[in-house]
Nanobody, 120 residues
């Protein structure tokens, strides 16, 4: 079992930055791939970025490449999403997720979500 708690969301102007954190409570956090997903009103949930258990494999959705950076600190059981050059279209609820399979299409464990709002 893995419990995930996100933090760091908020309201920011376009062009600004936010860093999301995801604290994981699990006996074996190190073996899990971590991902950040988002869902905007009226839209389907989409995968924003994922990172393998050792950080060796990364994935970014095309619209965030060069602006967002996913990372993790296994010593702190925490994953991060640094978001720079934010755009209004980045507005969504952001969810942290974990799975034993980096390539999973639907991660097994989810946080409660944190709202990110980017004003124009």
């Amino acid at each position: 079992q893995v419990q995930l708690v996100e933090s760091g969301g908020g309201l920011v102007q376009a062009g600004g930055s936010l860093r999301l954190s995801c604290a994981a409570y699990a006996r074996t956090y190190r073996i899990y791939a971590m991902g950040w997903f988002r869902q905007a009103p009226g839209k389907e949930r989409e995968c924003v970025a994922t990172i393998s258990w050792n950080g060796g494999r990364l994935y970014y959705e095309d619209s965030v490449k060069g602006r967002f950076t996913i990372s993790r600190d296994n010593g702190k059981n925490t994953a991060y999403l640094q978001m720079n050059s934010l755009k209004p279209e980045d507005t969504a609820v952001y969810y942290c997720a974990a799975d034993s399979d980096f390539s999973a299409t639907d991660y097994s464990y989810w946080g409660q979500g944190t709202q990110v709002t980017v004003s124009s």
